[in-house]
């Protein structure tokens, strides 16, 4: 996977230094000198959809695990790792499955709620590209940016279809009897067991309708909330654009850069789909680029603090533990450490 992530992200960096060689670097710096210092806004201004995001994952939580405010700590963690780190996209959700383990939400119970809130997501995403897509044939005259966003839309659309079949089926149950061919070493009792309890955990989360619609209601929100920021965006490099356009805009580009989730942070996909998507809708490449590039500087503001804490929050109880596990390994059987 490393190597995988690697190699994505070579050819990602290869792509965005040809979109801002073919937009031209000087034109892109003059967008950005036009945005100056007032691009840092988006940080604070992206807080209450970081919040949306927070809720919607803490209502597919059990009732009893830490409260919102916490739940916001971590949220704002995972998402720095999902902008900054390799494989981001996924470690993510592990971070996240993680610190409610850590917190005494059950091991099931902590991973139903990030396969829930993931589903969560992508559901969502879905349902607001098919209105970009709608928006994009609506006022765009360009029919192959239209019929090359249907395919990719629709691919995308049936892995998640897939990701959602395979939870009714019981992914956990049917991964685990897996390990009775190739991974037969690895078959035990114990991990049938856990495989059972996560799906059946799956389930409970699923059957609290509300709470579900809720969650999705929430991080509906949280998308629109990144829309805002496109349109704040664009108005910061000097361009005006109806709400029509920045929807189609914000909205495919959020699909194209989650389905090339094995690139880290999407690095040269989102530029790519800005500019591409951009000129579909009539708005010029530099101010389409400077706009990605805009949302990437809110990612560094807020994500590199947030990978700190996540070593400083989350990691250093993880080796804690891990060196008082390894210490109690170490002591002699029999041993006091009375004296």
């Known amino acids: 996977?490393?190597?995988?992530?690697?190699?994505?992200?070579?050819?990602?960096?290869?792509?965005?230094?040809?979109?801002?060689?073919?937009?031209?670097?000087?034109?892109?710096?003059?967008?950005?000198?036009?945005?100056?210092?007032?691009?840092?806004?988006?940080?604070?201004?992206?807080?209450?959809?970081?919040?949306?995001?927070?809720?919607?994952?803490?209502?597919?939580?059990?009732?009893?695990?830490?409260?919102?405010?916490?739940?916001?700590?971590?949220?704002?963690?995972?998402?720095?790792?999902?902008?900054?780190?390799?494989?981001?996209?996924?470690?993510a959700e592990v971070v996240k499955a993680m610190w409610a383990r850590g917190r005494g939400v059950p091991g099931s119970a902590a991973l139903a709620s990030v396969v829930a809130d993931k589903t969560v997501q992508v559901g969502t995403q879905i349902v607001l590209a098919l209105v970009g897509l709608a928006l994009l044939a609506w006022?765009?005259?360009?029919?192959?940016?239209?019929?090359?966003?249907?395919?990719?839309?629709?691919?995308?659309?049936?892995?998640?279809?897939?990701?959602?079949?395979?939870?009714?089926?019981?992914?956990?149950?049917?991964?685990?009897?897996?390990?009775?061919?190739?991974?037969?070493?690895?078959?035990?009792?114990?991990?049938h067991d856990k495989a059972g309890r996560a799906d059946d955990a799956v389930r409970a989360v699923y059957a609290d309708r509300r709470r579900l619609t809720l969650a999705a209601l929430a991080r509906l929100g949280f998308r629109l909330g990144l829309v805002i920021e496109t349109y704040v965006a664009l108005r910061l490099v000097g361009v005006e654009v109806g709400p029509a356009r920045v929807l189609a805009l914000e909205a495919l580009a959020q699909a194209v850069r989650a389905g090339a989730f094995l690139v880290p942070a999407g690095v040269g996909v989102q530029e790519g789909a800005f500019v591409a998507l951009g000129a579909a809708l009539g708005i010029p490449a530099p101010a389409a680029l400077a706009v990605s590039l805009c949302k990437r500087t809110r990612e560094l503001i807020l994500g590199v603090p947030a990978l700190v804490a996540w070593q400083v929050y989350l990691g250093a109880p993880a080796k804690r533990s891990a060196t008082n596990r390894s210490n109690a390994d170490s002591t002699p059987s029999g041993s006091s450490s009375g004296g």
């Not at 073919?22 to 034109?27: E, L, R």
């Not at 830490?66 to 780190?85: D, E």
């Open 1 to 91: 996977m490393k190597r995988a992530s690697v190699i994505a992200l070579l050819v990602g960096l290869a792509i965005g230094v040809g979109v801002i060689a073919w937009v031209g670097a000087g034109t892109v710096a003059e967008s950005m000198r036009a945005a100056g210092w007032r691009v840092v806004l988006l940080a604070p201004m992206f807080i209450p959809s970081m919040a949306l995001a927070a809720w919607s994952w803490r209502l597919l939580l059990p009732r009893r695990a830490p409260g919102l405010g916490r739940t916001l700590g971590v949220m704002w963690i995972s998402l720095g790792v999902a902008w900054l780190a390799p494989m981001g996209q996924i470690a």
């Open 139 to 191: 006022v765009s005259s360009d029919a192959g940016a239209v019929a090359g966003a249907a395919i990719g839309l629709g691919v995308f659309a049936l892995a998640v279809v897939g990701f959602m079949i395979a939870q009714a089926r019981g992914m956990f149950r049917a991964s685990a009897a897996l390990a009775r061919g190739p991974l037969k070493r690895f078959a035990t009792e114990a991990l």
